[in-house]
């Protein structure tokens, strides 16, 4: 019997022993901007801690979502002496300093063009800090800020101000009408990481609106003009199980969104808006990556011409033509395979075949809307993906979708980064 309990103890030990097996050091492979310092910050692994490689798992997974990270990955070694582990995260960089420079022709034949300069690893430290200048005939400017891990590694703060001048239509039943449209705002955020997965934005954005009329048909009650400021709350849940490996992604998100807008001014009432957005991406063999994004979004359901979700081909159908249509509630699905054609070293050349459908609420209308022929859009299409997997987003798409439904377009998309 004294030698059962003595087996046993012997046992107990070895496996207590086993289960507390220690990380010994931690080190950092392959860092050039970004700063040590702020990578030990985030992490969760340090020196002295009980090796766990869920922890491992998450810590990469932070690292691998950061903008100024391309791609990161663990390895772990018994010490010479046994005692405990040495721990080696091997980070590869991306280029973050990233200019950008657009050129097009905008209403009535305008020459326009936007030049902007961004650094997405600002420091070395995480932060997203940059800004824009737009000339479409009028001048626009925009400079954005973003630290989510300045206060600690939970707690960080954006703050964004913008001055945008453009023209856009607004429609009267039925009736469109070209309108010069500036909003002047400035917004500030508090993010919060409450673990990897959970993250919460809340604050206010403070801003003035201003309409004035350029051409097109506008009933006798409508003002050629308008001057409104507005104050707009915001908060943003976000649940993301997303693994990144270059340009395939895997899993899934949900991102919440509530704000709520007051207005002083009676052509404009404050309304509410909320739209949840689930994404969902699945690795099929090597080289393919399915990838899904819903949206249902409603708002307060004024009959006004200013009604918050808009139809545009640069943002939810491409192919169906830039800000066609607006509404106050919103089913969206948007479909697509992702498949690597070619890749070798820093480069990838992908194509994609997707389906982008939606179904949108009129102003003042009802939930009858959303199975309306006239409002539902279906537009399949093909498209193709130049990639440099070292540059942070640096993904130019080409896209062209064609409509099926009744009465509809077709057109090329182009843009940066993928489509969602």
Do not use: C
Not at 143 to 154: E, G, Q, T, V
Not at 172 to 199: C, H, M, Q, R, W
Not at 301 to 323: E, K, M
Not at 330 to 356: H, I, S
């Amino acid at each position: 019997m004294k030698r059962i309990i003595l087996y046993g103890l012997v046992v107990f030990s070895i496996l207590s022993f086993s289960q507390e097996e220690k990380v010994v050091s931690l080190q950092l492979r392959g860092l050039k901007k970004t700063k040590s310092s702020f990578v030990r910050k985030i992490i969760e692994v340090k020196a002295g801690v009980v090796l766990d490689s869920l922890q491992l798992d998450k810590d990469i997974i932070r690292l691998k979502r950061l903008p100024g990270v391309s791609h990161a990955y663990y390895q772990v070694f018994l010490t010479a002496t046994g005692n405990g582990y040495n721990v080696f995260y091997d980070i590869q960089e991306n280029f973050t300093l990233i200019p950008s420079v657009n050129i097009w022709t905008a209403t009535n034949n305008r020459f326009s063009y936007k030049v902007g300069l961004y650094d997405f690893n600002f420091l070395g430290k995480g932060i997203s800090f940059g800004g824009f200048y737009q000339n479409n005939g009028y001048d626009t400017y925009s400079i954005n800020f973003r630290a989510p891990y300045l206060f600690s590694k939970k707690l960080g703060i954006a703050i964004n101000h913008q001055n945008w001048k453009s023209e856009e239509p607004l429609y009267f039943k039925g009736e469109g009408a070209n309108y010069l449209y500036n909003n002047k705002s400035i917004e500030v955020l508090g993010l919060y990481e409450l673990k990897t997965e959970y993250k919460f934005h809340i604050g206010a954005s403070i801003f003035k609106e201003k309409y004035q009329y350029v051409s097109g048909n506008v009933p006798d009650e409508v003002p050629r003009s308008l001057d409104l400021d507005k104050v707009l709350f915001k908060l943003v849940y976000d649940y993301d199980k997303l693994n990144y490996s270059y340009q395939n992604v895997s899993g899934y998100r949900s991102m919440l969104t509530l704000q709520s807008v007051t207005s002083n001014n009676e052509m404009q009432e404050d309304f509410f808006i909320a739209w949840n957005d689930l994404y969902y991406y699945k690795r099929i063999s090597e080289n393919g990556n399915w990838s899904s994004r819903l949206r249902i979004g409603l708002a307060t359901n004024s009959d006004s011409p200013f009604a918050p979700f808009a139809l545009d081909n640069n943002l939810n159908v491409r192919g169906v033509g830039n800000l066609i249509d607006r509404g106050t509630g919103v089913v969206l699905l948007n479909t697509e395979y992702r498949y690597t054609m070619y890749e070798k070293g820093w480069f990838a050349l992908q194509g994609n075949a997707f389906v982008d459908s939606g179904t949108w609420r009129n102003p003042g209308g009802d939930f009858g809307d959303f199975t309306n022929s006239k409002n539902i859009k279906i537009f399949p299409g093909i498209g193709m993906r130049l990639i440099h997997k070292k540059i942070y987003n640096a993904i130019f798409r080409v896209d062209y979708g064609y409509g099926i439904t009744k009465n509809a377009s077709n057109g090329i998309v182009f843009g940066i980064g993928q489509y969602f």
